[in-house]
């Protein structure tokens, strides 16, 4: 189906934009700024550390991992001469007649958690005042456990690690589609700028050339995708090892979804790599046409999805998961997030090839006409036209 | 590959680029389509190369006893007018790339390109990128691109433009070359000097039409010159001068003693000499033989005169 001519002219574009020692140095700059992210937090996280702190001699507050509270027998000045000349106190807490007053040399982050402590020891104080007994003290500290229930079925639940999965892909599609608009815009604006168009003509049929452009920049957005993909798996598979002491969480990925999002992602790819090409080869000058940004409505799917991604039960997830020019995105949302028939995804992901072998043919008619106008650019009633037509050389 | 057009007629919006053109060429000719800026010819390459069809007439093209309306691209070598290549990309990638997609394998793709590098003095920059040659090293570039898989047509749309001398002059043995090795060449250009070397046949234009056709003793036949003599005198002699002595002939002064006479026809010579005879020693009479360029201006003026008529 797919000709050798339009293999050529796909590593031919995908090997323009690979510049692999720069790629290279850009992961590893990407990777070193994360790590440098990730060592910072960790320096300057205070809840590691333990603090002293003075408190009047009748608090019976109790010490935490974090906090020791001492009773010194030392006048309160003492303890503030101290605070400020040594590092016995990090923190002197007195009683005044407005309230509890802390003392400390300057603020930082963990005076946060002390006043915390204090807050949560004061209500237990109040309470016993009350005459609430200790269970009844521990009721109340308790948070309120509320639980969503849902009647369908099918319905996955909204807090599942599918979903971040999915807005994962959301995001991955939106690293594809951007990589793909710049390169298809520059790649065939400027081959026409370059009047290498004519030459290629007379070599590659429209059809072949259209091809190969789309699958070429179409494998450069993948790339993208999966390298970033990679490049923050990384990140956060140093971050869990050596950072945290957690392990790792592989029982949360569900591969029989990524499965499915897989190929819509990649359909999804070409589709508007399809389109973007149409667009491109009917812009005579990039610099004087607004059809440029037209090539944006291409994320519009990914948008959509985004609005309606609470709601993958609802009617806006159903008509965009159905519906050819969207299903890409919102497809494998309503999988990781709704139990569907096998019949459904199947369905639509062939209803998406139906699309993209639509759209290459469209990209290839628009490709033939807009070359044979010299120096007009074509109207968008022209464009319609040729979109329609049935020619295709 | 024989080719035969047929009253081919060609409008795009507002203009009538091609008017009833007919002509034909022959396997291993080299047939040039000349005419000024606007004549058509580009429009004529374009038909021939498949980007666009004739609105009325018929091309036919005959290769291997098969017959096909437009040339087929895997025989077709091509520098269209609008030329490019990959100006970032070196010249190894860009002729690679475009011998790969006329269908040569590597190997062979290799190998013709370090043929042509040869012949056109570029093998030692083959790994420069094409935007770091000059502008005539790049049309020698793109020239190799057309013909690198050995097409049993070739057409050059202006394959002299850019070019010095020296090199104009290469590109004329490049094209004689092509013609030993049996390829058919169609070439449009505007430098006659050239043309007239090369060409078997050739086509003049003019706003979309035929002018004249033929050989080029074919060509000095039709456009029948006016015959131009050379006189050189003993005195100086100034335009004013003759302008008052010859008001009816065209005079061109080449130096201070030398100057060029345009008759309306030969039989005025004589009465031309003793006019000149009255006034000036004269020392030297030599008849001028009208080359192809002289012939395309009158052609072109007696044109524009048939269209103001």
Redesign the interface.
Known sequence: MIS??SL??AK?EFL?FFKWKQQLISYVIMLVIMGVIFTWQFLVDESRDEYRIAVPGHFTIENTAQFQFQRPSVSVDEQLKQLMTSETWHAVVTEEESGIVVHTAAGKKWQQLLEQALEQYFRQQYGLAQGLTPAQLLRLSEPVSIEMRFLDEDYKGDDRPEKAIALAVLFMLLIGLTTAFGQLLMSITGEKQ???T????????PQQWIDGKVLGHSLSAMKAMFTTSLVMFVGILVAVLFLSDKPLPWHLINWGVIAWLVPFALLGILLCACFMAAIAASIDDPNTSGKGAVMMITWLPLLFTYLVIDSPTGWGMTVLSWLPITSFAAMPVRLAMVELAWWQPVLSLLLLVAMVYWMRRVAGRIFLRG??M?G?EPSWADIMRWAMSRKIE | MHITVTEIEKS??TVNAVRGVSFTINTGEIFALLGPNGAGKSSIIRML?G??RPDRGTIAITHQQAHYDHVP?RY?G?L????????D?SVEKNLL??A????LSKAQAQLEMNHWLEIFDLTERRKEDLKQLSKGNQQKV?LI?AVIHKPALVILDEPFSGLDPINQEKVVEFLKTLRTKGMTVILSAHQMAMVEKLADRMLLMAKGQMVLAGTLLDIKQQAQPKPVVVIETQQAVTAAELAILLPDYTVSMQSEHRFSMTLPSTAMLSTCLQTLLREFTVQSVSMQNPDLHQLYLTAMSAHQQEEIA
């Open positions: 050798r001519q050529i002219v031919w323009r370059q009047r290498v004519e030459q290629l003509y007379a070599i590659v049929t070359m044979q010299y007009k | 795009y919006a190369v980007m666009t691209r077709l091509y269209p007018e609008d030329r490019g290549l990959y100006p990309k790339y475009l790969q997609l006329h269908g793109q691109a």
